[in-house]
């Protein structure tokens, strides 16, 4: 594994590469297909449109709970297909002490859509 110094024009890179945006959950539902529990979500990024994703996010949220939630999402990683359903975007969480996503938010309204820098 690469020290985090050693080469910081390919981390720069990478990060200018990555696109997270902000959106906010329009709806949310339980992916009764999933192998692990999770939630199929549709999130308007604003002039980039509605984005689906497969988020493991039972433990901490109910889809109620998700709903109007405004999230950080990686949106330019491709689209997978978990359990039938297209996952077009990466919702962004961090785990708590006992490994349950957390998700990651914004402190104050920002346009939907807006890029994190």
Known sequence: MAKPDENPTNTLRAW?????RVGRIVRA???DRAR?????LWIDFGPLGVKTSSAQLTELYRPEDLEGRTVVAAVNLGTRRIAGFP???LVLGVPDDRGRVV???V???VPLGGRVY
């Open 16 to 20: 200018s590469e990555l696109d997270l």
């Open 29 to 31: 539902e339980v992916h």
């Open 36 to 40: 692990v529990p999770a939630y199929r």
């Open 87 to 89: 996952s077009e975007v």
């Open 103 to 105: 998700l990651l938010a």
């Open 107 to 109: 402190e104050r309204d």
